[in-house]
């Protein structure tokens, strides 16, 4: 039996077996008591599903269609675990072996795990008991996934994905497939916070219900029934918590083969079988109807609303349209919640702003009160000391004429009283007694009124005074400009007194002569007599022009006031408008002021950081030039002791053979001078360096004769070469040989330096000693 055939073939012999699915459906966890009744087509099944197993990658690529028809058939249950790892390609993945370091780690998620595994199948025998097996291991999966991905963490509805996931295989296994249906099928999107994918399923599901079951489209918008309060847990649980769980696993295995798209089909064959209940239910009665009923109308099996689902139109080309119109209406929200946002804060500080704005006219409204009522309390206390000094000044006057008079009286009465000396002395005696008195009282009077006036000017200069004490250096100008406006309004007031006195006086003129017409008015003609009435009127008539005058001088007055206190208010606000102007200008200078601050700053670090890194460059280069010169003095130094040694031995070689050796020690000795000159201008060039390194160098080299025939080099003083000299000297293992040669050229040497030669007897160490 070939593989094809089993392909071809297998949608016939699969018919009759899908009670025994359904039975073996309700024992997810413990299925190995059905092995035993297997029917003979149940084992066929077994092994096209075994050869599928073994033979995946070629059946993935030559058979989809069909392996897809098996799927939509039912996966034996034996098989859901490698087949669903198969699926969605969970097999070996690397964070399999992450999964026991991730439960020894602290998840920020575990309270709402252990709180919601309990409400996860709570009447399945593998999960109900508390602390159960089931409950834990469902826990690790749970809070190792948390800690994977930290951007989900944990979401409500996910944990019945992972509890069916963990009926068909180990923990382990479970979370690894759990983790590629987030990542390939779209339910991580679904179970992030934000669930943006949940809205954009909800929207492609309406739009589905509204072209191909318009009626139930209508009464539901009738009706206010959201897509999401039925169809949300559809999506997010895969049905698991809204059908019986047999069906919701071979809807299970649709989705690993297929995706969501298995979600929509289901879920629009569901409403195409319940539109007619549904149209007749108000909100209330299709939720319970979604609730209760559906449920119970699948328990006969899945394989009705399955082939249901795949007579439904699915267009994924309309839903790709549809997910760009989502995200196109989401992004305009967007903008319209960033547009409200920005208004919603330009509304709260404009009225932040009138707030204050009120706040500060009230208080100026309370403070153009307040220095009104002062004005006028003010002026009160003036109007007052000014009838009080014009009352003194009129009793003043009035005993000042009284004065008059009686002295006028007394110089009558001393003209009379010198013809009549002699007749009446007594009674003129008697007159000037009481013109006396009336003096002295008219005196006293007078000194009451000076008193009293006194006493006024000095309650003016307090007044005064106080009146100059109560502005400060802000009101000055307010109070001078009332000022200025008080004593106008005075001057118009004195000014309409003065006529109005003329006025009186004129018409007290007139009404004299109006007695003394009307005395004789009997005694005249009946045409005196009308002239005389004709007269009266025109008194009268003038009377009352001289009221109305008054009055209307008073009307103006009054006007005068209100358009002085608009002035000083417009004055006020004027100013006040002046200082708002001036500290904006001013903050905008500070502002100014502080961008170019902060830019100098910025140009001043960076300035500080190039000269830095260029002060770092030129140590390294002076480091450097050191490093260099001290390795060519090294060098020089080392073939000075090299032409030391080289010395020493012709020298020797010369004693030894008696040989004219003179000029081979000049040359010698020539070649040290030159080399000596060398050292003495490196050690200048590094003296004339920024930091010097050595004040003096005396090298010592010394030649190991061994295999490496390695050169090393100390710093020593002369105390220690000579030193070293007298030990050797007294060694007796060692020649010393100390030249004395004749020739002229040894007077040039240096007294400071000494050559030498040490000569072990295994003639393998040589030291030498500049």
Not at 176 to 197: G, H, I, N, T
Not at 637 to 642: L, R
Request: glycine share 4%; hydrophobic share 35%; charged share 30%.
């Amino acid at each position: 039996m070939s593989l094809s055939w089993l392909l071809e073939t297998d949608c016939k012999s699969l018919r009759s077996m899908n009670g025994s699915r359904r039975n073996s459906g309700s024992s997810l966890v413990s299925s190995s008591s059905a092995s035993s009744n297997l029917s003979h087509l149940e084992e066929d099944s077994w092994i096209l599903w075994g050869r599928i197993v073994n033979e995946w990658e070629d059946v993935r690529k030559k058979k989809e269609k069909q392996l897809k028809d098996l799927v939509r058939k039912g996966i034996p249950h034996h098989f859901r675990a490698i087949v669903w790892q198969l699926l969605c390609n969970a097999q070996n993945m690397p964070i399999k072996d992450q999964y026991s370091e991730l439960l020894k780690m602290t998840s920020p998620c575990e309270k709402l795990i252990r709180r919601d595994i309990a409400r996860t199948y709570p009447e399945h025998e593998f999960f109900k008991e508390k602390d159960s097996l089931g409950q834990e291991v469902l826990f690790n999966v749970m809070k190792a996934y948390s800690l994977v991905d930290r951007e989900v963490g944990y979401c409500q509805g996910s944990a019945f994905i992972v509890g069916l996931l963990l009926m068909q295989m180990p923990e382990e296994e479970a979370f690894c497939v759990f983790v590629k249906l987030m990542q390939d099928y779209r339910l991580r999107e679904l179970f992030k916070p934000s669930m943006a994918e949940l809205g954009l399923c909800m929207y492609q599901f309406e739009c589905m219900i509204q072209e191909q079951l318009p009626e139930l489209h209508m009464h539901f918008q009738a009706q206010s029934f959201h897509t999401s309060m039925y169809a949300s847990s559809w999506f997010l649980t895969i049905f698991l918590t809204s059908f019986p769980l047999p069906v919701a696993t071979r809807i299970f295995d649709i989705f690993m083969c297929e995706g969501l798209e298995i979600v929509f089909r289901v879920g629009l064959a569901i409403l195409q079988m319940n539109q007619t209940e549904l149209i007749q239910l108000d909100m209330e009665g299709m939720l319970q109807h979604f609730q209760r009923i559906i449920p119970h109308q699948l328990d006969s099996g899945p394989d009705k609303v399955i082939q249901a689902a795949y007579q439904v139109k699915y267009n994924a080309k309309k839903m790709k349209k549809l997910e760009k119109d989502y995200t196109t209406i989401k992004t305009k929200e967007m903008e319209e919640q960033v547009e409200i946002k920005r208004l919603r804060t330009e509304n709260r500080l404009l009225k932040q702003r009138i707030d204050t704005l009120e706040k500060e006219s009230a208080s100026l409204a309370d403070r153009l009160i307040q220095g009104q009522v002062t004005r006028a309390q003010e002026a009160e206390e003036n109007y007052l000391v000014k009838r009080e000094l014009a009352t003194v000044k009129q009793q003043s006057e009035e005993a000042s004429a009284q004065l008059e008079q009686a002295k006028t009286t007394i110089r009558q009465l001393q003209q009379q009283q010198q013809p009549q000396a002699k007749g009446a002395p007594r009674y003129s005696e008697d007159s000037v007694l009481q013109l006396e008195r009336e003096l002295v009282q008219a005196r006293l009077k007078e000194a009451e009124s000076q008193c009293a006036l006194k006493e006024m000017q000095d309650k003016i200069l307090d007044i005064e005074k106080r009146n100059t004490s109560l502005p400060d250096d802000t009101n000055v100008a307010r109070l001078q400009e009332e000022l200025i406006g008080v004593k106008l309004r005075e001057a118009e007031a004195l000014t309409g007194l003065k006529e109005l006195r003329q006025q009186v006086r004129d018409l007290e003129e007139h009404w004299q002569r109006h007695l003394a017409r009307t005395a004789g008015r009997w005694k005249d003609s009946p045409r005196k007599n009308a002239l005389s009435e004709l007269q009266d009127e025109l008194m009268s008539v003038r009377l009352r022009e001289a009221e109305a005058q008054a009055e209307l001088r008073e009307t103006r007055q009054r006007m005068l006031e209100l358009e002085t206190q608009n002035q000083i208010h417009s004055n006020q606000l004027r100013r006040a408008e002046q200082e708002s102007r001036g500290l904006q200008e001013c903050v905008q200078t500070l502002t100014v002021q502080n961008k170019d601050l902060h830019s100098q700053l910025q140009e001043i670090k960076r300035r500080q950081a190039e000269i830095e890194c260029k002060s770092k460059e030129e140590v390294m280069a002076v480091r450097l030039r050191e490093a260099d010169n001290i390795a060519a003095m090294a060098e020089l130094q080392q073939q000075i002791s090299e032409l030391e040694i080289q010395k020493e031995e012709g020298k020797v070689q010369g004693q030894l053979n008696h040989t004219d050796s003179s000029q081979y020690i000049r040359d010698l000795k020539d070649q040290i001078a030159e080399l000596k000159h060398e050292v003495r201008c490196l050690k200048g060039q590094r003296g004339s360096a920024s930091q010097p390194t050595f004040d003096g160098i005396h090298i010592v080299n010394h030649y190991v004769g061994g295999d490496d025939g390695s050169y090393q080099s100390s710093d020593e003083d002369g105390v220690k070469s000579s030193a070293l000299q007298d030990a050797q000297q007294r060694s007796g293992g060692r020649v010393r040989l100390r030249p004395n040669l004749v020739d002229t050229d040894s007077e040039d040497e240096d007294d400071d330096e000494a050559l030498r030669l040490s000569v072990p007897q295994s003639a393998n160490h040589k030291s030498t000693t500049v």
